[in-house]
């Protein structure tokens, strides 16, 4: 059987594309979702933010938790869901 190395080359060159684009797209939903779950339309006091994916329902959860001015927790985190496609 020969071994057609065009086929192999394919195989092996593809997945070393999709990997660093997946990952970089990845990161820039991610960079999004932080960027929506930290704007405040009103002045609002200091607050930590995360944001984690969810898979049900497909999207984002944002976690803000205000904190005092020496960065310790004051309040309940509130939890803000965030499509994935808006």
């Known amino acids: 059987m020969k071994i057609q190395r065009g086929r ?9 594309m999709l990997i660093p684009a997946v990952l ?9 979702a932080m960027n929506v779950c930290t704007a405040t339309p ?7 933010a995360s944001v ?3 898979s049900s329902p497909l999207g984002w959860v944002c976690h803000k938790t205000p904190t ?4 310790h ?3 309940a985190t509130v939890d803000k869901r965030i499509p994935l496609i808006p």
Not at 24 to 32: D, M, T
Not at 42 to 48: A, K, L
Request: proline share 11%.
């Open 24 to 32: 970089i797209a990845y990161g820039a939903i991610q960079q999004r």
């Open 8 to 16: 192999i080359a394919f195989l092996l060159v593809v997945p070393m």
């Open 42 to 48: 009103t002045p609002e006091p200091d607050f930590r």
């Open 73 to 75: 927790p004051i309040g």
């Open 52 to 54: 984690d994916f969810s």
């Open 68 to 71: 005092d001015k020496s960065g």
